[in-house]
């Protein structure tokens, strides 16, 4: 007998159980049917020539392709019938306002990390669905602890839904000859203690005292404070990196640094942050900007940047110690920053 459960019928459960979640699992079922059209689109982008040159920039002056527009547009046609009051996209300079009567309010990454597509390195779309507010507008400024759900797909060697709703995290494999996505691993945990970090180390001169302490350290291994021996992954993809922490544990971070634009880090808030921290929580990590929890903040502008540093819990709290630590200027603003004890 095929014992396999299907996310379908994990979706219809939830909804008989929780019925208060059923429109957000009509929701996620409306994902799920778009996400094989959109890992076909990846994998034969190089055949349909639409993987590289860039074609205008999205608001914040990243570089727009032909096929971000591509996924942002089957995404966006599929929430169309679906109980969606509003959606705001990386690709959008402005919300969208789709049904008035509808409860829910999405934001979307529709392709993440498609600067890694002409290298065959995994992509992916996300997404955050909070309830409506007292209007459709303002629900998106209310903090990320208002999401209702979370989670993201992954276009790799398999095609991967990682899914955080009512509370615990379950991973999905889509089986292309059904059609349909497969409960592989359900409630997955992070390891609370991995000492493996990620981090766009060529940036190194660039951060702030606090993070690059707790790097060096990392670094010095045995001989450094923590004591430990790290090793280190960089996949420059945001859903690939976190499949990967949901899967062995590690620290990912994406910090403030002192290059123009990234004061504020470089992953936007809504439609990266959030729904990556609620993942992350539920799955019994965390995720902060190394002072705050990244679920409490709310959005001060739609496209906003925040640091990010995720993943283990124990991990998270080492950095966030190291924060507590460190005086938090640039180098470039201050060379000799003061350095007390790291990991206390
Ligand atoms: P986009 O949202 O523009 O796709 O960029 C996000 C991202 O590609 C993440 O997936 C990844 O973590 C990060 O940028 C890599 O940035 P960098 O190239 O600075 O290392």
């Given at each position: 007998?095929?014992?396999r459960r299907t996310l379908h019928?994990c979706l ?16 996620i079922?409306?994902l799920a049917d778009a996400a094989p059209e959109i890992a076909e689109l990846v994998a ?27 996924a ?37 990454d529709p392709l993440d990390g498609?600067?890694n597509?002409?290298?065959n390195v995994s992509v992916g779309t996300i997404f ?21 759900a979370a989670g993201f797909f992954v276009y790799g060697p398999q095609t991967t839904l990682v899914l955080a709703l009512?509370?615990k995290v379950d991973i999905y494999t889509l089986d292309w000859h059904a059609n349909e996505f497969v409960l592989t691993t359900a409630s997955v945990?992070v ?44 996949i420059?993809s945001l859903v690939a990196e976190s499949l990967r922490i949901l899967m062995r ?26 729904p990556m921290?609620?993942v992350m929580?539920?799955a ?61």
């Amino acid at each position: 007998m095929d014992q396999r459960r299907t996310l379908h019928s994990c979706l219809i459960a939830t909804a008989s159980q929780t019925p208060a979640l059923a429109s957000v699992v009509a929701v996620i079922a409306g994902l799920a049917d778009a996400a094989p059209e959109i890992a076909e689109l990846v994998a034969t982008a190089p055949i349909r020539g639409i993987t590289g040159e860039a074609v205008g920039t999205n608001t914040d002056g990243d570089s727009q392709k032909e096929i971000d527009i591509a996924a942002d547009r089957i995404i966006r046609q599929t929430l169309v019938s679906l109980p969606v009051a509003a959606v705001v996209s990386e690709e959008l300079e402005a919300p969208e306002l789709l049904s008035s009567s509808a409860d829910l309010c999405i934001a979307i990454d529709p392709l993440d990390g498609s600067a890694n597509l002409e290298n065959n390195v995994s992509v992916g779309t996300i997404f955050s669905i909070r309830k409506k507010g007292k209007d459709a507008l303002s629900s998106f400024f209310e903090p990320g602890t208002m999401q209702v759900a979370a989670g993201f797909f992954v276009y790799g060697p398999q095609t991967t839904l990682v899914l955080a709703l009512d509370g615990k995290v379950d991973i999905y494999t889509l089986d292309w000859h059904a059609n349909e996505f497969v409960l592989t691993t359900a409630s997955v945990r992070v390891p609370a203690d991995t000492p493996e970090f990620a981090i766009n180390a060529s940036n190194r001169r660039h951060w702030m005292g606090p993070v690059r302490a707790y790097i060096d350290d990392c670094l010095a291994g045995q001989g450094g404070e923590s004591g430990k021996d790290y090793n280190m992954r960089w996949i420059g993809s945001l859903v690939a990196e976190s499949l990967r922490i949901l899967m062995r544990g590690g620290v990912f971070l994406y910090p403030s640094d002192a290059r123009p634009g990234y004061r504020e880090g470089r992953l936007r808030l809504l439609y990266e942050a959030h729904p990556m921290a609620l993942v992350m929580e539920w799955a019994g990590g965390a995720a902060t900007t190394g002072r705050h929890r990244i679920l409490d903040l709310s959005t001060r502008a739609l496209h906003q940047r925040v640091p990010l540093i995720m993943g283990s819990a124990r991990g998270v709290r080492a950095v966030d110690a190291v924060h507590e630590s460190v005086e938090p200027m640039f180098e470039s603003d201050a060379p000799l920053f003061a350095r007390r004890g790291l990991f206390r």
